[in-house]
């Protein structure tokens, strides 16, 4: 069964500063790997996506992500925190047409708190 | 604009009585899907439609129904909603099964 793991209930970090919020995975084949980000009262909002191609990716807000195969991680970063990037941030996984399945899999979240 | 609109966004009701959650999009989208949000556990699928007459069962499937007559449409029944249904309901949508998804505002949802 392929799963997710976001090992940070929370991550603190002060504005400016870099950020990372971490999730690995499980999953047959080859993942199709994504991360939302969800703001208070609000659905969730797609950040980035990988499925193939260039292991850094680069998403809206000035987020990127980096696929290490070797390590089933797909960790979220960004160079420098802003205040307005607090939320609950989600990484998914599914399999792709090589094995896994087709369902989507969240991670529980992981709350980043950016203080000024 | 594009989105992803769900009614009610707030509802109380009691054990035993039906209640639907209308879902729907204007963006054309192929796929769509429902998910449940519990603390501690993340988002889980309870159906999703590859397209119009296309169902299927998610993750958590049990006590939930669902139909796809329209290509914008796909609302979520609970023919006998119990207080273990009591969550945060979003639909999604997306272009095709492999794309990102877009998310309605959510249906809080508490059964007594």
């Known amino acids: 069964a392929q799963s997710v793991a976001q090992p940070e209930d929370q991550v603190n970090v002060a504005e400016g500063n870099p950020l990372t919020v971490k999730c690995t995975y499980s999953v047959s084949g080859n993942p199709y790997l994504f991360w939302y980000v969800q703001y208070p009262n609000r659905g969730l909002q797609f950040l980035l996506k990988y499925i193939t191609g260039d292991n850094l990716v680069k998403g809206s807000y000035g987020f990127e992500a980096e696929f290490n195969k070797s390590q089933t991680s797909f960790h979220l970063k960004k160079p420098s925190a802003l205040v307005s990037d607090s939320a609950l941030y989600f990484c998914?996984?599914?399999?792709?047409?090589?094995?896994?399945?087709?369902?989507?899999?969240f991670g529980r979240g992981t709350s980043l708190i950016v203080h000024p | 604009e594009a989105q992803v609109t769900q009614n009610p966004r707030y509802l109380i009701t009691v054990t035993g009585k039906k209640l639907t959650v209308t879902c729907s999009q204007n963006m054309n989208h192929e796929y769509m899907s429902w998910y449940r949000q519990d603390p501690g556990l993340g988002l889980r699928q309870i159906y999703y439609?590859?397209?119009?007459?296309?169902?299927d069962k998610g993750d958590v499937p049990e006590g939930y129904k669902v139909s796809r007559k329209e290509k914008r449409n796909f609302p979520l029944i609970l023919e006998s909603p119990s207080p273990n249904q009591t969550s945060l309901y979003f639909c999604a949508s997306s272009r095709e099964r492999d794309y990102e998804q877009y998310f309605g505002p959510g249906t809080r949802l508490t059964v007594t």
């Open positions: 439609s590859m397209n119009v007459e296309v169902t």
């Open positions: 998914a996984v599914r399999g792709g047409a090589s094995g896994g399945s087709y369902i989507p899999t």
